[in-house]
């Protein structure tokens, strides 16, 4: 499938055990299934083309929920800028420098009723 690279950084993915670098900008042609996909669907930079039904709703532009951004935390494949632009959109102006004040704040924010 076709995945493009929509951040600023590059970026990889893994496809059959391996790791798969990604440009800026750039689309490759990429072999992705069962957790590697699940895993490339997650990470908002990145467009897939060439997936079922199922994940055309993971086009990257749908809002995450607090939850969501805490699990790209504990995602060692994310990498820590697109975690912290990922809590931006939630935690907005408010948003702290540090990793452990980011999940602090996002675990408030998933709390609040």
Request: hydrophobic content about 40%.
């Amino acid at each position: 499938m076709k995945v493009t690279n929509s951040s600023p950084a590059l970026q990889g993915v893994r496809s059959k055990g391996r790791a798969v670098y990604i440009n800026p900008g750039e689309t490759r042609d990429v072999d992705l299934e069962g957790v590697d996909l699940d895993k490339a669907k997650r990470l908002p930079f990145l467009k897939i083309e060439g997936v079922s039904k199922p994940a055309s709703n993971q086009d990257g532009d749908g809002p995450k929920t607090a939850l969501e951004v805490l699990e790209m935390a504990k995602d060692p494949n994310v990498q820590f800028m697109s975690f912290k632009a990922a809590a931006a959109k939630l935690l907005g102006d408010k948003t702290p420098a540090k990793k452990d004040d980011i999940i602090a704040a996002l675990e408030e924010l998933a709390t609040q009723p």
